[in-house]
């Protein structure tokens, strides 16, 4: 009751102090004419009290439990103290009016003829000392004068509620402005950096390509001109593409999500409590700003539709995760209805393979709980690459490519297998991007020694050609993935968190061209045993449940993970098993008892 009472407006106090008045008035007459009175003092003063009390906390539950109390109780009172004193049958007045003024939708239909036509007749049946007529005029106007206070009551109301709306919307639409802002220029500058930085490393790429065909020193005078103008230009574009990236200063997650609850709290006039758990961890840019945009929308709802008064945030971070929990105490509903910005929240959570999940009924408010995995961390939270490639325009192009991306760091490069090989053993790199058509020592050579003497460093071939017999030999020598020299380097950075999180991603031509293969052997390949599979744990894992006849769909939520990567992760398997389909893969894996089969 004391949370409504700090909900109170102005009319609101206004009302109380009437029926204070209008009480203590009565207590005191009674006091000072107690002599003709036919019920003792103590009866008839309790009687006075509880027709105060009782209809006002009816109030404060339901307006209709008023309606009938206040007419039963203090008509009642009033009906009994008139057949005492004539003069009495006014102090239903103050009653009449607050009944008025507190009645709503159809309940005029009954209140207004009981309190304006029933109450003064039953006074004229105790007291005709005055006009019935009289008295139906007197009430009459007094009904009136509360309905019209009503009226502005409600006015009022929506006024105020207009005005909170608008308030909330205002501060949305700002923050959706600045948040925006922001994201449209981290893209358009991530987008041209990867198109004019892979454009400026072709060139550089292809001109050096052309060195060996240039016979004069002239000529290669002209190329190395070029070759500076090149890595001049592609510095500063660079530069200007780092000074249109936001200039807002950086915050940490905790810092965005307090400083937006502080935000939503003093613009909407509601109390958003914040509060965080475990040790902050680094998160991706995009998981950043997914964290940011559910908790904004989840404010805001929380306001607009569910009328709340106060928050609660919580943001936890944990060892394979991070939760952001948002409860509001406000009304619930029966029947969760997603918009276009819940939608948008979950489509984010997806594509970083995280859910959002709601919760909300009738009385106990809503949760919305959004949470994300945590990626893999290695030391200072970089992916430590070498490159190996006979060319050393590719090295150069491939190291001019990575290094604008924070997470990855090349840490060494080799022109052939031996070299890779020995680097392996000093570096100890977490994926390797490896070239195949290399002199002394080939890639497909190189990959097999690596993959025996540290089986944790991951091989990535970069290939210029699709050769599905090669990429099915090497798959089977522990390979780890196959990209394409021409893939876009947003998908070659992709690929290399994929492969270092020890997925397995195999270019989807070459994956059509490997199944083909697949299938006109398959019924010639012989069995292997377990171990000569090479299938990682998360390969068996995804069998496994593939076993129980779940969807990739739902397997991909059960593993909090985006259902590509199912699929590439499925399709690696299914390479190393020698089969085209999930039936067989099964099948297969029963056999050779790399999966268990179900009861």
């Not at 019209?148 to 009551?153: S, V």
């Not at 001109?207 to 290669?220: D, N, P, V």
């Not at 129980?548 to 397997?555: A, D, E, N, S, W």
Request: with cysteine.
């Amino acid at each position: 009751m004391l949370e409504m009472i700090k909900k109170w407006f102005w009319y609101d106090w206004i009302m109380l102090g009437l029926r204070v008045i209008t009480s203590v008035s009565l207590i005191l007459t009674t006091i000072r004419f107690q002599e003709g009175l036919v019920l003792p003092l103590g009866i008839v003063i309790f009687w006075e009290i509880a027709a105060f009390f009782i209809p006002w906390a009816c109030l404060q539950l339901n307006y209709k439990y008023y309606l009938f109390t206040e007419i039963l109780l203090f008509g009642g009172l009033c009906v009994h103290l008139t057949s005492l004193f004539p003069e009495a049958f006014p102090s239903f007045l103050v009653s009449v009016f607050l009944i008025a003024a507190n009645s709503a939708r159809l309940s005029y239909h009954w209140t207004a003829p009981a309190t304006v036509l029933v109450i003064p007749g039953i006074f004229y049946v105790v007291s005709p000392n005055y006009s019935y007529w009289i008295m139906v005029i007197y009430y009459g106007l007094a009904y009136v004068m509360g309905f019209a206070f009503h009226l502005l009551t409600v006015n009022h109301r929506q006024n105020e509620t207009i005005r909170k709306q608008n308030a909330v919307l205002e501060q949305y639409m700002s923050q959706i402005e600045r948040i925006t802002l922001a994201e449209e220029r981290n893209r358009l500058s991530r987008e041209l950096h990867d198109t004019v930085g892979h454009a400026y490393t072709s060139i550089i790429m292809g001109m050096e390509a052309f060195r060996s065909e240039l016979a004069t020193e002239k000529g290669i005078q002209r190329l190395d001109s070029l070759l500076e103008l090149g890595r001049k230009s592609i510095e500063e574009v660079r530069g200007y593409l780092h000074q249109m990236e936001s200039s807002e200063p950086s915050l940490s997650l905790v810092q965005s999500l307090q400083k937006l609850g502080d935000e939503f709290q003093e613009h909407a006039r509601v109390e958003v409590n914040f509060r965080a758990f475990g040790e902050e961890s680094r998160l991706s840019r995009q998981a950043k700003m997914a964290f940011i945009r559910c908790l904004q929308e989840s404010l805001t709802n929380a306001v607009r539709h569910g009328q709340a008064t106060d928050i609660t945030v919580s943001l936890q971070f944990g060892h394979q995760d991070t939760r952001l929990e948002v409860h509001d105490n406000g009304r619930g509903m029966e029947e969760w209805q997603e918009g276009f910005g819940m939608n948008a929240m979950k489509e984010r959570a997806m594509n970083l393979q995280g859910q959002v999940l709601v919760y909300t009924k009738p009385g106990d408010g809503t949760l919305v709980t959004c949470t994300l995995p945590r990626q893999a961390e290695m030391e200072n939270d970089l992916i430590q690459l070498m490159i190996v490639d006979d060319q050393p325009f590719i090295r150069e192009g491939l190291q001019l490519l990575l290094d604008k991306y924070q997470d990855l760091k090349v840490v060494g490069s080799a022109e052939d297998g031996e070299q890779a090989v020995d680097l392996c053993g000093r570096l100890q790199p977490h994926v390797v991007l490896m070239d195949l058509d290399m002199p002394r020592m080939n890639g497909a050579e190189a990959t097999k020694m690596i993959k025996q003497q540290w089986p944790h460093i991951r091989v990535l071939i970069i290939t210029t050609f699709q050769d599905a017999e090669q990429a099915l030999d090497l798959l089977r020598s522990g390979a780890d993935g196959f990209l394409l020299k021409s893939a876009e380097p947003l998908e070659l950075a992709d690929t290399i968190r994929l492969v270092h999180r020890g997925g397995t991603l195999i270019d989807r031509g070459m994956s059509h061209e490997i199944f083909k293969k697949l299938d006109k052997s398959v019924d010639s390949t012989p069995l292997k045993a377990t171990n000569d599979y090479d299938l990682t744990n998360r390969e068996i894992e995804i069998l496994q449940l593939v076993a129980k006849g779940l969807r990739y769909k739902t397997i991909a939520s059960k593993l909090y993970l985006s259902d590509g990567t199912v699929r590439n992760y499925a399709s690696s398997a299914y390479i190393k098993l020698g089969v085209s389909n999930k039936e067989e893969a099964v099948q297969k894996a029963l056999e050779s008892g790399i999966i268990e089969g179900q009861n």
